[in-house]
């Protein structure tokens, strides 16, 4: 490259947008299983916005959901971050970018998907086991001592208690509601459908989530950027920096019950993908 060129793209650099890539399942789920949490994100979401000269950030979003709580706390943290730069966000939903892993996207100022992308799921479940049935089949004894009249709620190793379970629905619906409070603030006059059919736990593709306003079009990011940046835009992925050592050799506290803790956490990450044929 001439000098004269090199000069004038020190001065003129072509526009950046940094790409935060937020994959995999939101929480923590066992020891050594280490999903999207904020303190796993916010190292990269810190980097994503340094760069002086930033013409955008871009979400690269496929995830199943999880916990409500950590997908709140990635979204306020990008929000902020996107207040304070005064930059744009935008996302891609890959796969799937449902229940939390739609809360992620709504993190963005526009929302763009596949055609085949699975999107939605804006409600809240929780699923378990009873396990009353089968101890008293083997002749086993549960024992369980606890201060507090609810400490033991849920019990799976005690018969169903209806208080208990209105006690979660009241839980369950708080957490909803501050989902759907999120997705008004975040989509506004864009939503086109009543609220009856967009909160009740659905899930749609892509061009019906354009449809119903849930995205705001169909694109892949190179060509959305390309389109929006010019063809020389730079597309700078910025990557969360992972222990990635310490997990392969097994180096993680365990504690007594590790290694039925991570067969627990595997199935239920397993479970949330296969809920979306995936």
Known sequence: MPRWQALERFRNPPPLVTVIRLAGVIGQF??????????ATAPAIERAFAPRRLAAVALAVNSPGGAPVQASLIAARIR????????PVIAFAEDVAASGGYWLALAADEIFADDSSILGSIGVVSAGFGFHGLLERIG??????????????????????????????????DIHQAFQDF????????????????????????????????IDGIG???????????????????TTQRRWL???????????GGWADELLAAAHERALWSRYGL
């Open 246 to 256: 310490r997990r392969k050799l097994g180096l993680a506290s365990h504690g007594p």
């Open 30 to 39: 066992g020891p050594m299983r280490g999903g999207l949490t904020l303190a």
């Open 80 to 87: 902020q971050r996107a207040a304070e730069r005064e930059v």
């Open 140 to 173: 086993v004894e549960r024992r369980l001592h606890a201060k507090g009249e609810r400490k033991a709620m849920l019990d799976p190793f005690r018969p169903e208690n209806p208080r208990d379970v209105e006690r979660l629905d009241a839980i369950q619906t």
């Open 220 to 238: 892949e990011m190179r060509a959305v950027m390309r389109e929006r940046f010019g063809d020389k835009v730079r597309l700078r992925p910025v």
């Open 183 to 214: 997705v008004r603030a975040r989509r506004g006059d864009k939503l086109k459908a009543p609220e009856a059919e967009l909160f009740n736990g659905d899930i749609w593709a892509g061009r019906q989530a354009a449809a119903l306003g849930l």
